[in-house]
């Protein structure tokens, strides 16, 4: 039954696509895996705990006050009802993997029921508007959310369309949906914040209903003529300067930019719109090519929490918003599934084991809503978006509900299919169950993946298969069989007689690897990163002996590493370093340094720091003979 | 009669002073020095442009709805009396220079009397709470800024004082004063904007009215307490996180803590307080030991203008603001008037001709809110406070009429005197006329400072004077008299018998200077800097040939450079470079570049960037043999 629910972003049948995605049911995650550990927390846990939050920071109040079960002062942002709905999101792609889990459900259907309380006889859903503002209805989109929440409202009930829960909230965001078309279908107005495009796409797919899709795509040509009102922040923070179809970089506010992205291409592809598909691969080459993080962060800047300038990447003030990974991560999918292009899963990759991994405690109960990729010794820590450590919720919550409801859906993103064709992108220990060209397909993954590039797949079909395993960019000499892999546009096709069962052994080589920076980006000049596999690594302060300043560190980039573990870290990188303290205070002068003395470095996956003592940490470090 | 003018922030006789400033008027500019020319234009040009603005962008008429005059809606920004009141404090103090200017006089007269009719019966003085907001008068001082507006009433009405001009003014500004006593004597409140703090001690220097004297120290001590609304910002924001008398470091919005800094060493030295002196001491070390660009600018952080952590200097995202630099320029002053210690006059000579002379354009009516050390190829320049290139006023208009009040106000900072010596701090051409120990000096400057380093000056005096003169940080091999300069606490003391008029001759080589960075800079390893004498240099894109990106651009530290000029800019610095283009487009890879192609790098002083052609600049250069 739970195989045939459909996961997130699933084109229709009739839509422009190379890759094809799986039911959602289709893969399970070995429960001891890095993907099953956190699919397991995320139920036992994030979800859990996302669900209190809701009530413990007002969330639920605030919709209690437009049904009149709560009289209290209203709380938190004015969109905070998108909390609610993505966390509603979760609960319907959890309750997809386990549909018997009684609590979950009953917040699902409690929940849903007092949206549905809470929605205006004509349709209409906001409890900030409803209630205090209701004269500024549909009055002020540069800065209201309206479309922005009623777009997460809409993804709860797609989520809850497809796994088969939640129909009154199904119920619920077609009729908001429906007032949505009615009154924007002629009304030359945009929301600021992009969401209700990918939104209204996906409940197209859903429903069969062309006005949504027509819709999205109104949305998406009326930006970029300056209907929005750009007083504040100005016309790129809101993707509002050019057109879409003429756009050829990323521009202002993170996750604006990138939720409009992902509302492009699926527009595109559903409308077979090749123009719009062309400026979406553009867009994506100007961030990926300029503006992003080697951990897969982007957003340059705290101020506008938005991208920089070309190259303006600094380390320390990466804002790297969680939300914008997961929308990073969501729109390289899109664009996986429309083009078959390896890149889009390698940023996938990228961005799911280090920004997003990242976000999130060892425990599931404390997060980073910015990801820094080096904590100053002597950071302050005192802003709400830039603390030392993980905390369990903000006042702006949009990222803990937001990582609750990809890592619920997460076994959607691991494989697609072709005609003829099973291409697995993502490596995890698990199953998976399909059907190509009219016949089941049974995949059975044993690895240790990503601590180990060791993947073992043992494939039963009658059908003439080709099983293309994507070979990683950061992987050289990857081999399948112990033969040198033929790789093909970035994925190694294998043909074997399948019916009996075969088991094919890729190896993807994961020695310590020495990153260096792209020249233009001044703020690393002079440092390399330690990788490993698709494994950022970073050192901590909690590594280094007494009394040495991580700032004071360097490194030797033909230094040789040994691996080890620590508790919780199963590959730590070792290798020999130098500590070289200032030689004098002055900030700016000859600039003379002492003799560097020997230290020991210790380097841990970057998604595991700050899960010790709260301290400093780098990604990139300084290499020994740098001026 | 204008010879006995005091300056601004003139310590009383009673005061803890290891120096004694001069009157305004003693020093005057050689209309043809750099300094003297700036005097020039700001009072033909910058002090005109201003009045024109306060006209145009609604300020004047924002006062002038208090009055009845207009009925207009308000425009601009809450605060914006300040702007009027800056430029009426730059107009007498250009009026005790010039008492002739019938324009300035009538504009600060007008000006004046309508201040004085939009003045409430009570005293108080605010157009945006007196119209717009009467019921929360006092009530949100977090962030309403009335007590920062009043500040910049008081320092107008010392500056009329002092130079004689504007009597009405200086009625108004005690009445609001001696309200604000009456208010706050017993209140526990603090303006969330310090600049009340200065402000009021001023003018207990000008009245001896102690009150005045009681209240500003009242205001330092209820700092740091957590009486302050931080909750949109935080308290460090504010510089209520810790009390002033306890702070080891500054924090938060630049400006105001430097505002606070002014206000702690004028309470401190006339309440002889060595505890809060002491304070004083401490902050300014963290300040200019480890968050001070190489211009002087300060403010790491855009995100709320904001001091960063220690070592967090990005060159392309300095903050840097114009305000904020003139505010070190005024603390430093207070400083070294207590202290004598040189280090407080380099940085205000670092400060004067960096940030602050950068941040206005030739014309003196174009200006620059943020100074930034890098200036990116690709840019947006979107943002008003980030622009491409200078602009003619701000809907935030603090700095053009900050910079013309210190500018009017110039030759108060240049020298001072104690028992039996003159100390000259700041060298441009130019007369002194004082006297020390009763008895007339007489000195005549000439040099082409800050283009030369050659500096001749002649004493007369009957006075057995000790001539003290700054050995700037930045110089070695001065020379006085042609001897090796005897250089005690940074100074070089000359005595003679100057009875019949002594020449003494200071010679501070000016050789180009490679300058490093801290080790702990990251934002800029492996780049050095260009200076000669104070002035520190850069490279514009308008100097390198066509098709060459400024990013790719590198330097030889040891390479030599060849003096040159080009039109408005007196001497250029050219020295043989390379350019190495990325050899491939890899965000993090091999890192693997091109072989350099040599290229001649012309440097001009960065005060003179973006008065040609807008477009990219750097101060911080990447050394050729960098990883």
New interface residues.
């Given amino acids: 039954m739970t195989e045939r629910i459909l996961g997130p972003a699933h084109p229709t049948s009739a839509a422009t696509a190379i890759l094809r995605p799986l039911f959602l049911g289709a893969v399970t995650f070995t429960p001891d895996s890095l993907l099953g550990g956190w699919q397991d927390r995320n139920a036992t846990r994030t979800l859990p705990h996302c669900v209190d939050q809701l009530d413990a920071a007002g969330a639920l109040d605030n919709l209690r006050r437009v049904t009149g079960e709560v009289e209290a002062a209203r709380r938190n942002m004015w969109f905070a009802d998108s909390d609610v709905y993505k966390t509603l999101e979760a609960a319907a792609w959890q309750l997809g993997r386990t549909p018997d889990d009684a609590e979950l459900r009953a917040f699902l259907d409690t929940t849903a029921a007092l949206v549905a309380k809470a929605q205006g006889e004509d349709g209409y859903l906001n409890s900030y508007f409803a209630v205090d503002k209701p004269e500024l209805r549909w009055r002020e989109l540069h800065w209201s959310h309206e479309l922005y929440c009623a777009g997460h409202l809409i993804q709860a009930a797609v989520a809850a369309a497809r796994a088969g829960v939640g129909a009154q909230l199904v119920t619920v965001a077609r009729r908001f949906a429906d007032l949505i078309v009615e009154r924007f279908s002629t009304v030359d107005d945009v929301d600021g914040h992009p969401e209700i495009e990918t939104a209204l796409a996906e409940l197209y797919r859903v429903t069969g209903h062309r006005p949504y899709l027509e819709l999205a795509r109104r949305f998406l040509d009326l930006r970029g003529r300056g209907l929005i009102d750009g007083e504040r922040f100005?016309?790129?923070y809101l993707q509002d300067?050019v057109p879409v179809r003429d756009a050829d970089e990323v521009?202002g506010h993170v996750v604006r930019q990138l939720y409009l992205l992902a509302g492009v291409v699926d527009v595109a592809v559903e409308t077979r719109d090749e123009q719009l598909l062309d400026a979406a691969r553009r867009v994506w080459a100007d961030a990926?090519?300029?503006k992003?993080y080697?951990t897969g962060a982007q957003g340059s800047?705290?101020?506008?929490e938005a991208f920089?300038?070309?190259?303006?990447l600094?380390?320390?003030?990466a804002y790297g918003e969680t939300c914008a990974a997961i929308a990073s991560f969501q729109a390289n999918w899109r664009l996986l599934l429309a083009t078959g292009e390896r890149k889009y899963a390698d940023e996938m990759e990228r961005a799911l084991y280090n920004v997003i991994a990242g976000s999130t405690a060892l425990d599931g109960t404390h997060f980073f809503y910015s990801n820094p990729l080096?904590l100053?010794?002597?950071?302050?820590g005192?802003?709400e978006d830039a603390p030392s450590q993980r905390l369990p919720w903000y006042s702006c919550a949009c990222c803990p509900p937001n990582f609750a409801r990809l890592v619920a859906s997460l076994s959607g993103y691991v494989a697609t299919t072709d005609q003829g064709g099973l291409q697995v992108h993502l490596y995890t220990a698990g199953t998976l169950r399909t059907t190509v060209d009219g016949a089941d397909v049974h995949l059975v993954t044993r690895t240790e993946y990503p601590w180990d590039g060791r993947i073992e797949l043992t494939v039963t079909t009658d059908a003439a298969l080709v099983l293309a395993l994507r070979i990683p960019g950061w992987a050289s000499g990857a081999l399948v069989d112990g033969e040198p892999a033929d790789v093909r546009d970035g994925y190694a096709e294998v043909r074997r007689d399948w019916s009996a069962g075969v088991t094919v052994t890729l190896d993807l080589p994961m020695p310590a690897r020495i990153?260096?920076?792209?020249?233009?980006?001044?703020?690393?000049?002079?440092?390399?990163?330690v990788t490993r596999g698709p494994l950022v690594y970073c050192l901590e302060q909690a590594d280094l002996p007494e009394g040495v300043t991580l700032?004071?560190v360097r490194i030797d980039?033909a230094a040789r590493f040994a691996e080890g573990r620590l508790p919780d870290v199963p590959v730590t990188l070792t290798a020999r370093g130098s500590v070289?303290p200032?030689a004098s205070?002055?900030?700016?002068?000859?600039?003379a340094?002492a003799p560097g003395e020997p230290v020991e470095l210790t380097a841990i996956p970057y998604f595991l720091w700050g899960n010790r003592t709260p301290g400093p940490m780098r990604v990139w470090i300084?290499?020994a003979?740098?001026?």
């Fill in positions: 100005g016309p790129r300067h521009a990926f090519g300029t992003t080697l800047r705290h101020r506008d920089g300038d070309p190259h303006e600094p380390p320390d003030r080096h100053r010794t002597g950071h302050d005192s802003h990153v260096r920076p792209h020249p233009r980006i001044d703020a690393v000049r002079g440092c390399v990163a700032e004071d980039p070289e200032p205070d002055e900030l700016y002068g000859a600039g340094r300084p290499v003979t740098t001026e």
